[in-house]
């Protein structure tokens, strides 16, 4: 499922390049778009480039992020330069503020779902997550930083209006970036249940999160309750709503969005 994911969403950055954002002379961010500087500056395909200037970001990737990671993100790379290749380079629209826009939303969540799989689309992206797994950091916010710079080489090699509409769609890019990918986020859970023990052994046994077990009692009814308290990350609340719901379905989750975390978590 994976796989399938990082190939579609791969398709449809290529088809987004060549569509809505090449063009214009619109950029994309980072690799991507000093690839597409070379590429509208010589003879060359795109593509080419983006598959050039993502190996030795790529070993770096190997060293830091895992072997898992790097195929897939070779996957990605591949089917993208091999689709823009394929792909026409044909304008859907000629208004450059809404090809910024849509090209961005497209690649955005393209590269959101890429990021959720285990992947990466190469480029400043690998940095920008290993840089995240040490701060924590919104990883769209981190690609629209490093992505400045492209806009500032945009607007010296075309022109300064260019860069504005490239600069529009980093951001709109990284917005959709951080929507998809959360994995940033982090969610408290209070749990209030009468199978505390049972609750407790099964999250332990399928998550890496400590979990403080407290007394509790009804207001109402005076029944003695445990109330289980755990910090998790955005992606695994599916898993634990449905692990605590096999344990406890009569149970009371109170879930809220954690603002910060000082001490030890666990960030993979």
């Given at each position: 499922m994976n796989l399938g994911t990082i190939i579609i969403s791969s398709l449809l950055i290529g088809f987004a390049f060549n569509m809505f954002l090449l063009p214009q002379k619109i950029l994309s961010g980072g690799v991507s778009g000093i690839a597409m500087i070379l590429g509208l500056l010589t003879p060359f395909n795109t593509g080419t480039f983006i598959l050039l200037l993502n190996i030795p970001i790529i070993i770096l990737g190997y060293l830091r992020l895992g072997k898992q990671f790097i195929f897939y993100t070779l996957i990605s790379v591949a089917v993208t330069s091999i689709s823009m290749q394929v792909i026409p380079e044909r304008g859907i629209s000629d208004d450059p503020i809404l090809s910024s826009v849509f090209g961005g939303v497209i690649v955005g969540a393209a590269m959101g779902f890429i990021f959720r799989s285990g992947a990466s689309t190469g480029g400043f992206d690998v940095i920008s997550m290993v840089l995240s797994q040490k701060r924590e950091m919104p990883l769209g916010l981190l690609i629209s930083f490093m992505n400045a710079i492209v806009v500032f080489i945009s607007g010296f090699v075309f022109d300064w209006e260019l860069a504005l509409y490239t600069m529009l769609s980093i951001f709109v890019t990284g917005k959709l970036v951080d929507t998809v990918h959360t994995r940033h986020?982090?969610?408290?859970?209070?749990?209030?249940?009468?199978?505390?023990?049972?609750?407790?052994?099964?999250?332990?046994?399928?998550?890496?999160?400590?979990?403080?077990?407290?007394?509790?009692?009804?207001?109402?009814?005076?029944?003695?309750?445990?109330?289980?308290?755990?910090?998790?990350?955005?992606?695994?609340?599916?898993?634990?709503?449905?692990?605590?719901?096999?344990?406890?379905?009569?149970?009371?989750?109170?879930?809220?969005?954690?603002?910060?975390?000082?001490?030890y978590f666990r960030k993979d």
């Amino acid at each position: 499922m994976n796989l399938g994911t990082i190939i579609i969403s791969s398709l449809l950055i290529g088809f987004a390049f060549n569509m809505f954002l090449l063009p214009q002379k619109i950029l994309s961010g980072g690799v991507s778009g000093i690839a597409m500087i070379l590429g509208l500056l010589t003879p060359f395909n795109t593509g080419t480039f983006i598959l050039l200037l993502n190996i030795p970001i790529i070993i770096l990737g190997y060293l830091r992020l895992g072997k898992q990671f790097i195929f897939y993100t070779l996957i990605s790379v591949a089917v993208t330069s091999i689709s823009m290749q394929v792909i026409p380079e044909r304008g859907i629209s000629d208004d450059p503020i809404l090809s910024s826009v849509f090209g961005g939303v497209i690649v955005g969540a393209a590269m959101g779902f890429i990021f959720r799989s285990g992947a990466s689309t190469g480029g400043f992206d690998v940095i920008s997550m290993v840089l995240s797994q040490k701060r924590e950091m919104p990883l769209g916010l981190l690609i629209s930083f490093m992505n400045a710079i492209v806009v500032f080489i945009s607007g010296f090699v075309f022109d300064w209006e260019l860069a504005l509409y490239t600069m529009l769609s980093i951001f709109v890019t990284g917005k959709l970036v951080d929507t998809v990918h959360t994995r940033h986020i982090k969610l408290t859970l209070m749990i209030i249940t009468k199978r505390g023990n049972e609750i407790k052994k099964n999250l332990l046994a399928n998550l890496v999160r400590g979990i403080t077990v407290l007394d509790g009692e009804g207001a109402f009814t005076s029944e003695r309750r445990n109330v289980l308290i755990t910090v998790i990350s955005r992606y695994e609340l599916t898993n634990v709503k449905r692990i605590i719901r096999e344990s406890d379905p009569h149970a009371f989750v109170n879930i809220t969005q954690t603002t910060d975390v000082m001490g030890y978590f666990r960030k993979d």
